[in-house]
């Protein structure tokens, strides 16, 4: 069963710094790009970053502003580093993987097949 579980989330202080993981397990995420979303209560989903596959298309990544995004295929993980954490960053934060053959690089946009249950992040003094 393909399954992503995110870990790492909870409280944090303004201005520190937080590392979110997703781990993969069912299937290997060298084969699928990767995005990461957030959802903060009464918005939208945003995409914050995203790293292409490691096998099939050409090295890729994208982010936005204080966000990094690395993989670790070794323990088939990726994370996300967010830097400098601001009470707006507060939000459930979700990794997604799919495997289109249409993208040659991976996507910001919610158009991912398999997605993580979620984890909370909390940026409070």
């Known amino acids: 069963q393909l399954q992503l579980v995110e870990s790492g989330g909870g409280l944090v202080q303004p201005g520190g710094s937080l590392r979110l993981s997703c781990a993969a397990s069912?299937?290997?995420?060298?084969?699928?790009?990767i995005g990461w979303f957030r959802q903060a209560p009464g918005k939208e989903r945003e995409g914050v970053g995203c790293v292409s596959r490691s096998i099939g298309n050409p090295s890729y990544e994208e982010v936005k502003g204080r966000f990094d995004v690395s993989r670790d295929n070794a323990k088939n993980t990726v994370y996300l580093q967010i830097n400098n954490v601001k009470s707006e960053d507060t939000a459930v934060y979700y990794c997604?993987?799919?495997?289109?053959?249409?993208?040659?690089?991976?996507?910001?946009?919610?158009?991912?097949?398999?997605w993580g249950q979620g984890i909370q992040v909390t940026v409070s003094s």
């Open positions: 997604a993987a799919d495997r289109s053959p249409r993208r040659p690089v991976c996507t910001t946009l919610p158009l991912y097949d398999h």
């Open positions: 069912g299937f290997n995420l060298d084969y699928y790009d």
